[in-house]
C-alpha cells in the first residue's frame, strides 16, 4: 500500500507542481483579464462536462467489473466501457456547446468563436477515452503511470502559454489546440500500455467463450457526481455573470494552493485505498480511518503553511495581494479538506448501493445554496459557505450509510 500510494503521490505531485507553475504563467503574463477568467471558465466547463456525464458511466464500474471477472473478458469490457465513455462524450460536447451559447445570450462578457466550441467538443470526447484507458492501468497498478496525466498535460499548456506570449496573441482557440494536442498525447501514452487486444474482434472472441459482464448502470450515482462536480462550476457562472472582470481569477487564485492539495489526495492517496475497499470489503472501516488521518493531516498542516506565509506568499506566487481575503481564504482551506473526504463518500455510493440517498440529499443543499446565493447574500465567503454545507451533507449521509445502515449489496462485511 505504501509504495502504491508513493508511486501514486510522485507522479501526481510532479503534475500538479508543474500545473501550478501553467497556472502561475497564464496570471503573470496575461494578468486578471477577461482573457484569463476566459480561459478557467472554458476549462472548468470541460472538466465539469466530463466529471458530469461521461467520468460516472466510467469510474462506477471499469475497477470493479475488471476485478469480478477473469482476464479473458478484460478485453470485452474495456471495449465496452470505451464505447459508453464515446456516447456520454458526444452527448457531453453538445451540452457544452448549449452552455457556452447560453452564456453568451445572458449577456456575459467572455465571447466565443465558433472554432472555440468546436475544440471544446472534440477535446470532451478525448477525455473520456483518456479515462478508460488510464483506469485500466490503475487497475493493473501502473499507478505511476495512471497519475501521470496531468504533468503531460500541464506541460504541453505551459508550451502553449509562451507560444501565445511569443505571438502576442489572446486568441482561446490557440490554448484549446494546445490542450487538445496533451489529451491526444495521454491517450496515446496510456493506451500503448494496454496489455490485452481492444477491438470489436477481441469482444466477439471473449463473448464466444464466456459470459462478459457489461457495464452497469445507475443514474442516481451519475446525479450525485454532477451535483457534486457542479458546485465550482455554478459558482464560476453566477460570478462571471454578475460581478467584474478578473473576479474569476481572483477566486481561482484563492482556491488554487488548497485545490492542489485536494487534487493530490484525490490522486494519489484516494484511489489506493478505494482498490483497498473494492479489494477487500471487510477492511472497510480501517482504510476508510487511514484515508481520513491521511487528508486530514495534509490539509491541517497547509493550512498552518498558508497562514504563517499567506502574504508573501500569494504575492510572490501570483502577484496577488490576498489582504481582505483572510476569511476566504480559511474557508476554502475547509472547504478543499470536505471536498476531498466526501469525495470518497462519493466513489464509494454507488457500490454500497446508497447513491439514491446521497442524491437527494446533495440536491436539497444545493437548491438551499442557490435560495441564499440569489435572494439572500451574493458574495464569495458566502458561496464558499453553502459549498461546505453541500459537502458535509454529503459526507453524513454516507457515513451514516457506510457504517451504521451498511447499505450494501458486498456480503458477509464485518469491520
Given at each position: 500500500?505504501?509504495?502504491?500510494?508513493?508511486?501514486?503521490?510522485?507522479?501526481?505531485?510532479?503534475?500538479?507542481?508543474?500545473?501550478?507553475?501553467?497556472?502561475?504563467?497564464?496570471?503573470?503574463?496575461?494578468?486578471?483579464?477577461?482573457?484569463?477568467?476566459?480561459?478557467?471558465?472554458?476549462?472548468?466547463?470541460?472538466?465539469?462536462?466530463?466529471?458530469?456525464?461521461?467520468?460516472?458511466?466510467?469510474?462506477?464500474?471499469?475497477?470493479?467489473?475488471?476485478?469480478?471477472?477473469?482476464?479473458?473478458?478484460?478485453?470485452?469490457?474495456?471495449?465496452?466501457?470505451?464505447?459508453?465513455?464515446?456516447?456520454?462524450?458526444?452527448?457531453?460536447?453538445?451540452?457544452?456547446?448549449?452552455?457556452?451559447?447560453?452564456?453568451?445570450?445572458?449577456?456575459?462578457?467572455?465571447?466565443?468563436?465558433?472554432?472555440?466550441?468546436?475544440?471544446?467538443?472534440?477535446?470532451?470526447?478525448?477525455?473520456?477515452?483518456?479515462?478508460?484507458?488510464?483506469?485500466?492501468?490503475?487497475?493493473?497498478?501502473?499507478?505511476?503511470?495512471?497519475?501521470?496525466?496531468?504533468?503531460?498535460?500541464?506541460?504541453?499548456?505551459?508550451?502553449?502559454?509562451?507560444?501565445?506570449?511569443?505571438?502576442?496573441?489572446?486568441?482561446?482557440?490557440?490554448?484549446?489546440?494546445?490542450?487538445?494536442?496533451?489529451?491526444?498525447?495521454?491517450?496515446?501514452?496510456?493506451?500503448?500500455?494496454?496489455?490485452?487486444?481492444?477491438?470489436?474482434?477481441?469482444?466477439?472472441?471473449?463473448?464466444?467463450?464466456?459470459?462478459?459482464?457489461?457495464?452497469?448502470?445507475?443514474?442516481?450515482?451519475?446525479?450525485?457526481?454532477?451535483?457534486?462536480?457542479?458546485?465550482?462550476?455554478?459558482?464560476?457562472?453566477?460570478?462571471?455573470?454578475?460581478?467584474?472582470?478578473?473576479?474569476?481569477?481572483?477566486?481561482?487564485?484563492?482556491?488554487?494552493?488548497?485545490?492542489?492539495?485536494?487534487?493530490?489526495?484525490?490522486?494519489?492517496?484516494?484511489?489506493?485505498?478505494?482498490?483497498?475497499?473494492?479489494?477487500?470489503?471487510?477492511?472497510?472501516?480501517?482504510?476508510?480511518?487511514?484515508?481520513?488521518?491521511?487528508?486530514?493531516?495534509?490539509?491541517?498542516?497547509?493550512?498552518?503553511?498558508?497562514?504563517?506565509?499567506?502574504?508573501?506568499?500569494?504575492?510572490?506566487?501570483?502577484?496577488?495581494?490576498?489582504?481582505?481575503?483572510?476569511?476566504?481564504?480559511?474557508?476554502?482551506?475547509?472547504?478543499?479538506?470536505?471536498?476531498?473526504?466526501?469525495?470518497?463518500?462519493?466513489?464509494?455510493?454507488?457500490?454500497?448501493?446508497?447513491?439514491?440517498?446521497?442524491?437527494?440529499?446533495?440536491?436539497?443543499?444545493?437548491?438551499?445554496?442557490?435560495?441564499?446565493?440569489?435572494?439572500?447574500?451574493?458574495?464569495?465567503?458566502?458561496?464558499?459557505?453553502?459549498?461546505?454545507?453541500?459537502?458535509?451533507?454529503?459526507?453524513?449521509i454516507g457515513l451514516y450509510f457506510l457504517f451504521l445502515r451498511k447499505s450494501?449489496?458486498?456480503?458477509?462485511?464485518?469491520?
Amino acid at each position: 500500500m505504501i509504495k502504491s500510494i508513493a508511486s501514486l503521490f510522485t507522479s501526481s505531485l510532479l503534475g500538479r507542481i508543474i500545473g501550478f507553475f501553467r497556472f502561475q504563467l497564464l496570471v503573470f503574463i496575461f494578468s486578471q483579464t477577461h482573457f484569463t477568467d476566459k480561459v478557467i471558465y472554458t476549462t472548468t466547463l470541460i472538466w465539469t462536462l466530463n466529471n458530469f456525464f461521461v467520468i460516472p458511466n466510467v469510474n462506477k464500474s471499469l475497477i470493479a467489473d475488471l476485478s469480478g471477472t477473469i482476464k479473458e473478458n478484460y478485453s470485452s469490457i474495456l471495449w465496452d466501457t470505451s464505447m459508453l465513455a464515446f456516447r456520454s462524450g458526444v452527448f457531453a460536447g453538445l451540452i457544452s456547446v448549449l452552455i457556452i451559447l447560453f452564456l453568451q445570450l445572458s449577456g456575459s462578457p467572455l465571447d466565443f468563436k465558433v472554432y472555440d466550441l468546436v475544440l471544446v467538443f472534440i477535446i470532451v470526447i478525448g477525455l473520456g477515452q483518456n479515462e478508460v484507458f488510464s483506469l485500466y492501468n490503475q487497475f493493473k497498478k501502473r499507478f505511476f503511470l495512471y497519475a501521470l496525466n496531468p504533468g503531460v498535460w500541464n506541460t504541453v499548456l505551459i508550451i502553449g502559454i509562451l507560444t501565445m506570449w511569443f505571438l502576442g496573441s489572446t486568441e482561446l482557440y490557440i490554448y484549446l489546440i494546445f490542450l487538445l494536442i496533451a489529451i491526444l498525447s495521454t491517450i496515446y501514452m496510456q493506451y500503448s500500455k494496454v496489455d490485452v487486444p481492444f477491438s470489436r474482434q477481441s469482444v466477439i472472441n471473449t463473448m464466444d467463450t464466456s459470459i462478459v459482464k457489461s457495464p452497469k448502470k445507475d443514474y442516481w450515482y451519475n446525479g450525485v457526481v454532477i451535483l457534486f462536480m457542479g458546485t465550482t462550476f455554478l459558482d464560476l457562472n453566477f460570478i462571471t455573470i454578475f460581478s467584474v472582470a478578473g473576479i474569476v481569477t481572483v477566486y481561482t487564485i484563492l482556491l488554487k494552493i488548497p485545490e492542489l492539495m485536494l487534487s493530490i489526495i484525490n490522486g494519489s492517496v484516494q484511489p489506493v485505498f478505494f482498490n483497498l475497499i473494492m479489494d477487500k470489503q471487510d477492511y472497510l472501516k480501517k482504510s476508510f480511518n487511514r484515508f481520513l488521518i491521511l487528508s486530514s493531516t495534509a490539509f491541517i498542516l497547509m493550512g498552518l503553511f498558508l497562514f504563517a506565509f499567506k502574504y508573501k506568499l500569494y504575492q510572490y506566487l501570483f502577484n496577488f495581494q490576498v489582504a481582505g481575503y483572510e476569511s476566504s481564504l480559511l474557508l476554502v482551506i475547509i472547504m478543499a479538506f470536505f471536498a476531498s473526504f466526501s469525495y470518497m463518500i462519493v466513489r464509494l455510493s454507488e457500490e454500497f448501493k446508497y447513491s439514491k440517498k446521497l442524491f437527494f440529499g446533495a440536491l436539497a443543499m444545493i437548491i438551499i445554496k442557490l435560495f441564499v446565493i440569489i435572494t439572500l447574500d451574493f458574495s464569495l465567503d458566502m458561496i464558499i459557505y453553502t459549498n461546505i454545507a453541500t459537502y458535509v451533507c454529503i459526507t453524513i449521509i454516507g457515513l451514516y450509510f457506510l457504517f451504521l445502515r451498511k447499505s450494501t449489496h458486498f456480503l458477509n462485511i464485518s469491520d
